[in-house]
């Protein structure tokens, strides 16, 4: 089951012109996890109108509260034709001219920062949606207060020491 919650932030919600009550996504979330057998499947999306970087760090912390089996950082595209197309200008929308479009920057989040997520998002899929390390990142996380933080400070040390350059195979020695 896979659901785009995109953002926890109302205010980007509301400009990106959608519905959504955080707080009944969560109960759903719950409901399904405890009916079991269904693998969920939670997606963000950085860049968008009205995120910047801190709350971009809420929406995860408050998304990954509900542990789903994955947790998705999609970054936005900005796709001609689209709501974001025609508000390119206004929202700041630095992105690829070649696809998949996108963004870099925005009026809210810097190309630093959008590198900095990128490097969240490497994190998470080695450490957090392969399942491979679920007792250890739960046992780490009982010391955190934000999921979020311990994402960021432990790309932060995978960039300082090169590690992003490692291919991080099981097979490799």
Not at 27 to 49: C, F, N, S, W, Y
Not at 52 to 59: A, I, L, P, T, V
Not at 119 to 125: A, F, L, R
Request: a negative charge.
């Amino acid at each position: 089951l896979e659901i785009g919650v995109q953002s926890t932030n109302e205010e980007t919600v509301c400009e990106i012109r959608r519905k959504m009550n955080f707080s009944k996504v969560s109960e759903m979330v719950t409901r399904v996890k405890e009916i079991g057998g269904i693998h969920q499947h939670l997606d963000l999306i950085a860049g968008l109108p009205n995120e910047n970087y801190e709350s971009f760090g809420k929406s995860f912390d408050d998304v990954f509260a509900l542990r789903p089996e994955q947790l998705q950082l999609g970054f936005l595209k900005v796709l001609k034709g689209s709501y974001m197309y025609e508000n390119r200008e206004a929202y700041g929308l630095v992105y690829r001219s070649e696809p998949p479009y996108e963004v870099l920057s925005t009026n809210w989040v810097s190309y630093d920062e959008m590198i900095r997520l990128k490097s969240i998002e490497q994190i998470v899929e080695l450490y957090y949606n392969s399942h491979q390390y679920d007792k250890t990142l739960e046992a780490v996380l009982l010391e955190e207060t934000s999921p979020f933080g311990f994402f960021e400070a432990m790309a932060a040390d995978y960039r300082a020491h090169g590690y992003h350059m490692v291919n991080h195979s099981r097979k490799e020695k």
